[in-house]
């Protein structure tokens, strides 16, 4: 396995806790916040964007990063599991942003 691979591999690990605790932030503070105060409820909101925020920044790096690196080897027997990781970190990316847009409709109505 080369060595882009296999960073690529970490990042997309470290992407994935990210998002895990992104989720479970979103379980606590929005779906349900168990009597929590409207203040509090805003700041998890808060929190939870921020992290979502970065979970997307992270994605979109890595992701970018081995997509020119894919290209400069210009191998034209690429694996066809690499296109496809790419194609599904690029599609993740625009699943976090929707999630994002809607965690941020959702604190201001």
Do not use: W
Request: proline share 1%; glycine share 2%; charged share 15%.
């Amino acid at each position: 396995m080369s060595k882009q691979l296999h960073t690529f591999y970490d990042k997309t690990k470290q992407v994935h806790i990210y998002l895990s605790i992104g989720l479970i932030f979103i379980l606590f503070f929005m779906i349900a916040p168990l009597g929590l105060k409207r203040s509090t409820v805003n700041f998890g909101q808060f929190i939870i964007i921020l992290i979502l925020s970065y979970t997307l920044f992270c994605n979109l790096t890595e992701t970018r990063n081995f997509d020119l690196n894919e290209q400069k080897q210009q191998n034209k027997d690429k694996d066809m599991d690499m296109k496809n990781n790419i194609m599904l970190s690029y599609l993740l990316s625009f699943v976090l942003l929707l999630l994002i847009i809607y965690v941020i409709y959702s604190t201001l109505y």
